[in-house]
Each structure stands twice: as structure tokens, then as C-alpha cells.
């Protein structure tokens, strides 16, 4: 159980355009999902939280209208990245939780993004 | 703030046992996870400790003082495929409920 999903698992854009990535909790409703980015070599960042019907909550630093986040129902999440750049290009991973306060949380396979 | 130290590579012999520590500093704790992730993959749950002492699953142990702010897993009968990043993380409340701060990872390489 506690599977989690991710779409695309790779995808390679030009700069400039938007992509959207999704993330499903395939066997559980999601209360909370969470989107981190990696950079190669480093640890995961937290870059928002996303909970069913409102608006997710960014980190400091992280620019919300450039990754722009819904998450419309309690199995899906997504996140778009607007006007890509190269910059952008990361391993951007979900990960949710099956219930408020739960201590663990369940990982997409991730998404890798390379923007030409 | 929070932060959290642990080695960022650690080489061990198949067969043998490998420690990993972390230690973390943050406004509040309400406990100590562990993720193994392998390379180009996304990270997988290995144990939790919320309270003190030693939890075990299988070949994996992981240990807490809260008191120390320090936990560690333990790898023991390590195999190749044990070979992969392994990450603390601490769930802090001053960093939102339900948020987990990771540690920037331990590379474990098993090597015959």
C-alpha cells in the first residue's frame, strides 16, 4: 500500500515553456502532499506544501508564481513550472501523507526536468 | 533554524555492519526519520524513532537520544545493493506541522 505516482518521469523542454508534473497517491487519500526539488549530489529541499482545497504554502525563496501547485482532490497534486529555464532543470520528487500529522511520508518516483 | 549533520560518505565490505549518524539541531522535534535513496531514484522509508532507544526492522536499526540530539542507523549483513544515499530527517514543528527537514545525505558505498 501507500503507493505514490509521478507523471512525466522525464521530460526535456526549451526554455521558456511550461511543464506540468503530476502527482498521484494511488492506494490512499492524500491529506498533505509535499513537493521537494534535488539538485545532483544534494539533499532534498522542500520547496511546498499542498493541502486538498487551498493554497499551498512555499518556502522561503521559493517563487509561487513560477511553480504553481493545485491540488484539487485528495489523490492528485500538480505542479507547474512556468516559463522554464535552464536553472529549472532538477529532479523534482512528491511525496504525501495519509493522514494530518502522519510521521511518514510516502515518495513519488520523482520527475527529472531538463530545460534546453 | 534546523540543521542536521551526518557524513557525506561512508565505505564499507559486503558482509560487515556500517553506522551512519546524525545529529540535528532545531526549534522542536517530534522525531527522527531515515530514507535510503539510490541513485536517480526517489527516497524510500526506512524506520522512525519517536522516542528513545533502538528500533529494529530486519538488517536495519535505528537509534535515538533525544537528549543528545543524535540518533543513527545501522546496516548490518550488508549487501551490494545496500549501496545508495542515506538521509536523516527531522519533523519540526517550527517548520510547520507535518514538514521534514533532511539532512544533505550519506553516500554508503558496499564494496566486495
Known amino acids: 500500500g501507500a503507493v505514490v505516482s509521478q507523471h512525466p518521469s522525464r521530460v526535456i523542454c526549451k526554455s521558456g515553456t511550461s511543464v506540468k508534473i503530476e502527482c498521484r497517491s494511488l492506494?490512499?487519500?492524500?491529506?498533505?502532499m509535499f513537493w521537494y526539488r534535488q539538485f545532483p549530489k544534494q539533499s532534498l529541499m522542500l520547496m511546498a506544501t499542498?493541502?486538498?482545497?487551498?493554497?499551498?504554502?512555499?518556502e522561503q525563496g521559493v517563487e509561487k508564481d513560477k511553480f504553481l501547485i493545485n491540488h484539487a482532490s485528495l489523490t492528485l497534486s500538480t505542479l507547474t513550472v512556468t516559463s522554464a529555464h535552464p536553472e529549472d532543470s532538477s529532479f523534482y520528487i512528491c511525496?504525501?501523507?495519509?493522514?494530518?500529522?502522519?510521521?511518514?511520508?510516502?515518495f513519488g518516483p520523482g520527475t527529472r526536468l531538463t530545460v534546453l | 533554524g534546523q540543521s542536521l549533520e551526518q557524513p557525506s560518505e561512508v565505505t564499507a565490505v559486503e558482509g560487515a555492519i556500517v553506522q551512519i549518524n546524525c545529529t540535528y539541531q532545531?526549534?522542536?522535534?517530534?522525531?527522527l526519520s531515515w530514507y535510503q535513496q539510490h541513485d536517480g531514484g526517489a527516497p524510500t522509508f526506512l524506520s522512525y524513532?519517536?522516542?528513545?532507544g533502538l528500533e529494529e526492522t530486519g538488517r536495519f536499526s535505528s537509534f535515538l537520544s533525544r537528549s543528545d540530539s543524535y540518533g543513527y542507523l545501522l546496516l548490518q549483513e550488508l549487501q551490494m545493493k545496500d549501496s545508495a544515499s542515506y538521509f536523516c530527517?527531522?519533523?519540526?514543528?517550527?517548520?510547520?506541522?507535518?514538514?521534514?527537514?533532511f539532512g544533505k545525505g550519506t553516500k554508503l558505498s558496499v564494496i566486495p
Open positions: 492506494d490512499f487519500q492524500a491529506t498533505t
Open positions: 511525496s504525501a501523507t495519509a493522514q494530518r500529522g502522519a510521521d511518514t511520508q510516502y
Open positions: 532545531t526549534s522542536g522535534f517530534y522525531g
Open positions: 530527517a527531522v519533523r519540526d514543528p517550527g517548520a510547520g506541522s507535518y514538514q521534514l527537514t
Open positions: 524513532n519517536g522516542l528513545d
Open positions: 499542498s493541502n486538498e482545497g487551498s493554497k499551498a504554502t512555499y
